[in-house]
């Protein structure tokens, strides 16, 4: 009886101890959060990619390192069908959130979704979350710090000619240019703004040119958008006088004589935002936008240069308008 009794404990103990190991006990709540991100370039691109990835790495610190938040990531994800083996590939080893960071990558997302309901997914810059339960979308009201980059640019252009290099005319590239034209002519509707397309993300070759062609002409202040933005503002340092406004990402490193000040896209507080709501049970079904008044978007202005205290101070006007809604930019 003794040695039966002996055996009902020690099933018992086993039953406790296999129960704290799986499904739901307290090992469980130890494992890390595993995030995944999918980009269409590099995580050091200075712009769109970086953004995002360094606002992951800055919440992984935060919750206290790898032990609590895992990150995977493909880079230079240019090809479509890549992007898209990335995404389900991600998802089919398990990974709570799969994010797909770039406006080409909807369709993508939208399909691989639908296979994994358990799997939270994101992406962006976009609004649609395809009425999907599990899929999150968000974008940036860049054409806020586009406004406020315009104003400065307007007043600190001599020859009041200014030059815009722009990727493809879609998603926040477009936005921000829309916001930095209007900020400009706010400032004075007489500046001539020339702007050029090169259809690419990531061509640098392209972007480089478009920037000459524009300091041919007369610019003397340069803007631009997505990751190819490195060769204009490598055309603008050549150049030597000609002023750089960035976005997406601070680019005073690239050109601390050039840049003047950059648009910051700051993901953490929308990243938090998915993550609480996975943790409550809520996997999608939402879109969130930076804006100035959220803090999502940020105006990081070039220690590096020196700033004149009237053109500041209009920018710092212009941004407090923006937040209260006195000044209105349209996208």
């Known amino acids: 009886m003794k040695v039966r009794s002996l055996l009902v404990v020690l099933l018992l103990i086993a ?10 006990g307290a090992t469980t709540s130890d494992k890390p959060l595993r995030v995944a991100v999918v980009m269409p370039s590099a995580t050091t691109d200075m712009a769109f990619s970086q953004s995002m990835f360094a606002a992951l790495k800055a919440i992984q610190a935060e919750m206290g390192g790898e032990a609590k938040m895992e990150i995977k990531y493909s880079e230079n994800m240019f090809k479509l069908p890549d992007a898209a083996a990335a995404l389900r590939d991600y998802a089919s080893q398990g990974f709570d959130i799969v994010i797909g960071h770039g406006s080409q990558y909807g369709t993508s997302v939208q399909e691989v979704a639908k296979d994994f309901p358990k799997v939270t997914f994101a992406w962006g810059t976009e609004v649609n979350t395809f009425g999907m339960a599990n899929v999150y979308a968000y974008t940036a009201a860049a054409e806020e710090g586009g406004y406020i980059n315009g104003v400065m640019a307007a007043m600190l252009s001599k020859s009041k000619v200014i030059g815009v290099t722009g990727p493809v005319e879609a998603g926040d590239a477009k936005t921000y240019v829309d916001g930095f034209t209007q900020g400009v002519a706010a400032v004075d509707p007489n500046i001539k703004l020339s702007k050029t397309w090169t259809g690419s993300f990531s061509d640098v070759a392209k972007m480089t040119e478009a920037a000459k062609t524009h300091i041919a002409a007369g610019a003397d202040v340069l803007t631009g958008s997505s990751q190819s933005v490195v060769g204009s503002i490598g055309a603008a340092k050549e150049a030597g006088s000609v002023l750089w406004f960035g976005t997406q990402q ?44 959220n803090g999502g978007l940020k105006i990081q202005y070039n220690s590096g240069y020196s700033l004149p205290a009237d053109v500041k101070a209009a920018a710092e006007k212009a941004i407090a308008g923006i937040k209260d809604g006195t000044i209105k930019v349209q996208p």
């Open 15 to 24: 039953m406790v101890v296999t129960g704290c190991t799986s499904g739901g």
């Open 250 to 293: 601070d680019q005073a490193t690239l050109a601390t004589q050039n840049v003047v000040a950059s648009q910051q896209y700051d993901w953490t507080g929308i990243l938090k935002q998915i993550i609480e709501n996975r943790k409550n049970g809520k996997l999608g079904g939402e879109a969130f936008t930076l804006q100035l008044k």
